[in-house]
């Protein structure tokens, strides 16, 4: 069974400072991988995804995630936090390529706080 | 373009009161579903809708029906509220490509239940 597990629901980090967000996943096939962001009183919205294509994938905003099959992770990375990032985080995990995401199974979240 | 709306944006219902949420897309995606943000429990699934005039259930069905009208428009009713169904729900949509293809969400009903 699938599964994801985002290490920290609260991470606290300083304006300039690396942005490190965790995701570990179980899957028994080769997997879509998502991070999404909420903003404040907003919906969610893509930041990136891996569909296969290349290990290392760029989102929006400077962020991007490297996929590490032995590891089982998909962290969350941005060299360089702006007041801006603060907001939810979420990473998602899917085995279905059916076109549908009712098999989308969703981590917890992590709170990001960019402290000036 | 707007994107995905739902209406309204807050409710307050009384505990037994019914409610219907709107949810509109204007991207001609097949797929569309509700799903509730609570905390710490993260996204949950409670219906979904593959294309028009499908329907089938998610992870917390119970208590909530959903009617696909047509292509853009996907609804969800609650028959009679109660104090767990406080959340905030989130309607997505999605289209059909090869491969997945990531969810278009809303900004959100906030929903109290008193």
């Known amino acids: 069974a699938q599964s994801v597990t985002q290490l920290g629901s609260h991470v606290s980090v300083s304006e300039g400072a690396l942005v490190l967000l965790r995701c570990n996943y179980s899957?028994?096939?080769?997997?879509?991988l998502f991070w999404y962001v909420q903003y404040p009183n907003q919906g969610l919205q893509l930041l990136l995804k891996y569909t296969s294509a290349a290990t290392l994938v760029k989102g929006i905003n400077g962020f991007e995630a490297e996929f590490k099959k032995s590891e089982t992770s998909f962290h969350l990375t941005k060299p360089s936090a702006h007041m801006s990032d603060a907001a939810e985080y979420f990473c998602a995990v899917s085995d279905d390529n059916a076109g549908n995401n009712r098999k989308l199974i969703w981590g917890l979240g992590t709170s990001l706080a960019v402290n000036p | 373009n707007a994107g995905v709306t739902q209406t309204p944006k807050f409710q307050v219902l009384k505990t037994g009161q019914s409610m219907t949420l709107q949810c509109a897309q204007d991207m001609n995606h097949n797929s569309m579903y509700w799903y509730r943000q609570d905390p710490g429990m993260g996204l949950r699934l409670i219906y979904y809708s593959a294309s028009e005039g499908t329907t089938d259930k998610g992870e917390v069905p119970n208590g909530y029906n959903v009617s696909r009208l047509n292509k853009r428009e996907f609804s969800l009713r609650l028959e009679s509220a109660a104090p767990s169904q406080t959340s905030v729900y989130f309607c997505?949509?999605?289209?059909?490509?090869?491969?997945?293809?990531?969810?278009?969400f809303g900004n959100g009903t906030r929903l109290t239940v008193t």
């Open positions: 997505a949509s999605s289209e059909a490509l090869p491969g997945l293809s990531h969810l278009h």
């Open positions: 899957s028994s096939v080769p997997p879509y």
